[in-house]
């Protein structure tokens, strides 16, 4: 008969002191066993009386109150959580966490969510608790060092986090930066488990989250960039995707306009644009897009794009055409990227006239041209950085001669680049001398007479060529011999 008196139901202050004390046990080899079962019984009398309590009624967001109900009373309530503040039995559940049965956890769980949404009025006694009491956020941000709990500590972590005093409490820590390695992990659920909660810590409350990447900036991006070129597909994914989110939220109006005026976060967004996973594409076009659109792009980024300019245009016409079809947003963004890429201006051979305006004897001009090898002058497109070794080989879909090393390389590229015009482009080019209008009038005059000279008939040589010069006319198929209107003096 003792021992069923022994199991009679105690008050909520008697079950949480008896809690800390079993869990005091836990340490001990010889009662750590039937110190395990007492845990897990008194755990089960707490799950009753939070599962009896009075029905919750939500007002609104996570904010929830109490109200009346035939099993239980808020006193009981109130007496649990009062026990629970003052014997401190919530730190010791959490660092104990792994010492306890499995079934035991999941009333951990339900017994700290419940302390969480206990409001009086306005007032969250449980946020007060743990913001005086840092150490308890501190054993959750450990979780993902604990595999057996790392579960049952993020996800308690993360109803935490949904109030923005216990966001500010983990960004303020020097643990939240663990948390971009914890996501490298070869671990799929440590990994997995520590996104979501950076995720969630970045982006559920701006405010506090805009002010933790503006005083990091520069550690927070190689920390993210480090993440997106991840091997592992779902880091690299999920990491792609934060970043958009973060870069398109107005409160990170800093972090967009640093990060897209880089140079080397261009490249390792167009890498991932030529990434073999068509998911990993689009999530990098959303970040690629706000580069196009930036309308303060600095010298470094443009260049990179004017380089790069038609083989973009080339790549992002056949890119994802299949979502035309289903995504009218997708269809509009592709739209728009692809008229800013045109505006821009396209990199033409230069050609090297060194025309030299050496009159002899009857006035004929000599013209010398530089040897066709130095006819055209192309800039690098960019040197290679040891973050691109061995992922250079998807954007070589954009820009075949994409890193020059050497000037053998840069040889090559010009070659390449010559092909794409044709002759009568370059001899347009050519006859930029006659359709200037900036050039003096000299040079139309000598150069046309040095035409005449050798097309009209010897009774026609020493005719005056000023009837047959004309000013530039606006359509460049004409030239300046086709009429006979304007004088040279006119010009």
Known sequence: MAFLFKRNPKTPAELVHALGEQLGKLDSPGDRRKAREEVSRYLDSIRNIIESSPDLKEIKGPEIIVSSSSHSTIDQISELAQEVYSTDVLYLLLSKLSNIEFDARKNVIALFSSLLRRRIGEHSPTIDYLTSRPQIIGLLLEGPNISEVSLNMGSMLREALRYEQISCLCLSSPQIWKYFGYCRSDSFEKSTEAFSTLSMILTTHRKPASDFIQVNMERFINEINKLIVYPNYVTKRESIKLLSQLILTKTNYNLMTTYVNSPHNLKLIMILLGDKSRNIQLEAFDVFKVFVANPRKN????????????????????????NSKYDDTFVAEKTFVLDQIRRLPRIRPKIYQATRNTIEGNGVIQN?????NNRTSMETTFSAESVFEGKLEPLKKLHPSFLVDNENNLNEQTHHEQNIYTENEEGELRGSVYLDPKRSAKNVYTNARHALSSTVSPSLKNTSVSPLIQKPLDDPKQTPLSSSSHSVEQL
């Open 299 to 322: 010298r470094a980024t443009r260049d990179i794009l004017i380089k790069n300019r038609d083989r973009l245009l080339s790549f992002l016409g056949d890119f994802h055409t299949d």
């Open 368 to 372: 010398e041209v530089r040897n066709n």
